[in-house]
C-alpha cells in the first residue's frame, strides 16, 4: 500500500525548533538531526507498522543519537505525524 505521508503543523514547529537549536549548539548539528528526521520520515512511510503502538492508535519511532520520538498515527492509507517530542521534556506534553 502507499501511504501519504504530512506533517501537522505542531510538528513542524517541533522540527523546526529543534533544528534550529542543534544549529545554535554546533554549525551543521541543526542539519544532521534534520537528515535523521528525515530518514526516519523514510522509514515510517515505507513500513508505518514497524514501530510500535503506544497511546490510541498512535505510534512513537525513536531516533538514535538525539533524545526524540516522532508520534504518528496511520489513518487509512494516510501517515500523520503529530509531533517530533524531545523525550527530556515533561511527558505529560505528549499528544
Given amino acids: 500500500m502507499i501511504y501519504q ?3 501537522s503543523p505542531n510538528a513542524e514547529a517541533d522540527l523546526l525548533e529543534a533544528a534550529l537549536w542543534y544549529e545554535s549548539q554546533q554549525i551543521g548539528l541543526g ?3 534534520a537528515q535523521k528526521i ?3 520520515f523514510f522509514r515510517i512511510q515505507n513500513n508505518p507498522l514497524h514501530f510500535p503502538l503506544k497511546k490510541g492508535n498512535l ?5 538514535q543519537k538525539f533524545p ?3 508520534i504518528y498515527q ?4 494516510n501517515i500523520i505525524v503529530f509531533a517530533v517530542f ?4 515533561n511527558p ?3 499528544p
Fill in 74 to 77: 496511520i489513518i487509512e492509507n
Fill in 68 to 70: 526524540y520520538v516522532i
Fill in 92 to 94: 505529560e506534553q505528549k
Fill in 86 to 89: 524531545n523525550t527530556h521534556q
Fill in 31 to 33: 542539519e544532521k538531526f
Fill in 59 to 63: 505510534r512513537e519511532a525513536y531516533i
Fill in 5 to 7: 505521508f504530512s506533517l
Fill in 38 to 40: 528525515e530518514s526516519y
